[in-house]
C-alpha cells in the first residue's frame, strides 16, 4: 500500500500536524502563521500607500516656514501663528506617520482654541493654514446649531461642509481642516437648573465632543436635519483638524478675577507687571470654564492660544501690505478699467482711526474703504472721457464718510 501523501504549508514548509491550522486552496495550502505574516505585509504596504498619497496631496511644511507663508497674509499675531504652525505641524506629521500594528505611543489630535476680539484675523489665520497645505477647509458658524431634534442644523452639518469642499472625496475630508467660528455663542447660559432646555448652549457642546475626540459619524452628504430615508455617508473624524475661534466677550473680567486684578482696601495685586490692556494674553482653560464652556470639550481642545487687539501700527500694516492687502484689492479693482488709484497717507491714517474709533478690528477696514470708494467706483465706469490717475485725499475721504452713518458701518 502507497504511503499516504504528507500535506505542507506550500510557503514555510511546515507539516500539518506542526500548524494550527492549514487552509487547503486549488494546488497549495497555507497555515496560521503565514496568514499572520501576510496580513501584517499587507497592512504596511497598505499603510505606506496611504502616506505616500497623503505626501502628494500637499506638501508638510516645518513650524518656521508655515509661519513664514502666514507672514506674507497676516500682519502681527506672531504668538498666535507660532502655536498653529507646531500644532498643525505636529497633527500632519501624525497622519503621515505609518500605522504600526504593535505601535505603544499614539499621538492625540492637537486640536485648537483661539480666543480674540472681533477682526483680530482668526478666520484669516485658519483660512491661510488651509491653502498653504493644500487641504479641505470650511467654515462652520456654531450659532445655528441645536441638539438633534430641535429646529437649527445637527452638529454633522459641519462635516457636510467640509464633504461638499473635497468634492466627496471622504479620504480628502478626513484629512480637513474645520474651522468652527463663534464657539463662545455655545456657552452654557447659566449655571442654575431651569425648566427650558439649553437645546443651543451645553447641549450643542455635548453633541460636539465626538466630532473633536475622533469618531466614525454618519453625514448627510446635503447638509440640514438628518431622517431616517437619507443615505449617509460614513466619515472617520480621528485625523479631521478642528481650530475652534470666538470673541469671548466679557472674558475679561472671568481672567481679572482670576488674578486677582481688582485690588480692594490695601490689599495689593497678586500679580505684578500684569498688562491691563491686553489681559487676554494671560488667558486659561479655567477661564473658559468659568465663561461657559463644559470641561470635557475643554479637555477636548488641549492648545489654547489668544490673539493680540490690533492697535494702530498694525492696523495701517493691514492696509497696505499683505499680499491681499485692501488697498491692493481697490488698485486691482481700478486697474481694470485703466485707472491708476492712490492713496493719501493722511486718508489711509483716518482710516485706520475710524476703525479704531468704532471698534472694528481689521474686518472694519474693509467697511470703510467701502463707504469712500462707493460713489467712485459708481461713476467712474460709466464715464466716457476717464482720468488715468484717482487720487484718494484727506478731505474727500472725510466728506465720503459724513454720509455714512455708525450704525452702517457696524452692520457691514
Known amino acids: 500500500m502507497p504511503d499516504k501523501e504528507v500535506i505542507k504549508c506550500s510557503f514555510c514548509g511546515k507539516d500539518k500536524h506542526d500548524t494550527n491550522v492549514l ?47 502666514l507672514d506674507k497674509h497676516v500682519i502681527g ?49 485658519a483660512r491661510t493654514i488651509a491653502k498653504t497645505l493644500n487641504v479641505p477647509f470650511c467654515i462652520a458658524d456654531a450659532t445655528v446649531l441645536t441638539e438633534a431634534g430641535y429646529v437649527g442644523e445637527d452638529v454633522e452639518s459641519i462635516l457636510s461642509r467640509l464633504l ?7 479620504k480628502a475630508t478626513e484629512r480637513g481642516i474645520v474651522f468652527i467660528d463663534e464657539i463662545d455663542k455655545i456657552a452654557r447660559k447659566s449655571d442654575n437648573p431651569s425648566i427650558t432646555r439649553d437645546v443651543s448652549g451645553e447641549g450643542v457642546q455635548q453633541a460636539m ?65 500684569i498688562d491691563k490692556k491686553d489681559i487676554l494674553q494671560y488667558v486659561a482653560p479655567q477661564d473658559l470654564k468659568s465663561f461657559g464652556l463644559i470641561p470635557e470639550l475643554i479637555g477636548r481642545m488641549p492648545i489654547l492660544t489668544f490673539l493680540k487687539p490690533l492697535d494702530k501700527k498694525v492696523l495701517r500694516a493691514i492696509l497696505t501690505e499683505p499680499k491681499n492687502a485692501i488697498i491692493k484689492q481697490y488698485q486691482k479693482l ?34 470703510i474703504c467701502e463707504a469712500i470708494m462707493l460713489d467712485a467706483m459708481f461713476e467712474i465706469p460709466s464715464q466716457d472721457i476717464k482720468s488715468e490717475l484717482f487720487n484718494i485725499s484727506l478731505a474727500y475721504a472725510q466728506e465720503k464718510l459724513k454720509k455714512v452713518s455708525i450704525k452702517k458701518l457696524k452692520a457691514a
Do not use: W
Open 334 to 367: 481700478f486697474e481694470m478699467d485703466g485707472i491708476a488709484l492712490s492713496f493719501d497717507d493722511k486718508a489711509l491714517d483716518l482710516i485706520v482711526d475710524k476703525a479704531i474709533e468704532y471698534k472694528l478690528g481689521a474686518r472694519g477696514l474693509r467697511s
Open 23 to 69: 487552509i487547503a486552496g486549488i494546488n497549495a495550502h497555507i497555515c496560521d502563521s503565514c496568514i499572520d505574516q501576510a496580513i501584517g505585509i499587507v497592512d504596511a504596504e497598505k499603510a505606506g500607500k496611504d502616506s505616500s498619497e497623503l505626501s502628494e496631496h500637499f506638501k508638510l511644511l516645518k513650524p518656521q516656514e508655515i509661519k513664514n507663508h
Open 77 to 125: 499675531q506672531d504668538d498666535a501663528k507660532k502655536v498653529l504652525a507646531v500644532a498643525v505641524y505636529n497633527h500632519y506629521k501624525r497622519l503621515m506617520q505609518p500605522k504600526k500594528k504593535d505601535e505603544e505611543v499614539e499621538i492625540e489630535k492637537s486640536n485648537i482654541i483661539m480666543v480674540g476680539e472681533t477682526g483680530t484675523g482668526k478666520t484669516l489665520l
Open 209 to 273: 465632543l465626538k466630532l473633536l475626540e475622533g469618531s466614525i459619524v454618519n453625514v448627510p452628504p446635503q447638509g440640514g436635519r438628518k431622517h431616517p430615508e437619507q443615505k449617509m455617508i460614513a466619515v472617520d473624524t480621528a485625523n479631521i483638524l478642528f481650530i475652534c475661534g470666538g470673541a469671548f466677550d466679557g472674558i475679561e473680567r472671568k481672567i481679572g478675577s482670576r488674578l486677582n486684578t481688582q485690588s480692594i482696601g490695601y490689599k495689593k495685586s497678586s500679580e505684578e507687571g
Open 164 to 170: 461638499q469642499v473635497a468634492d466627496y472625496d471622504v
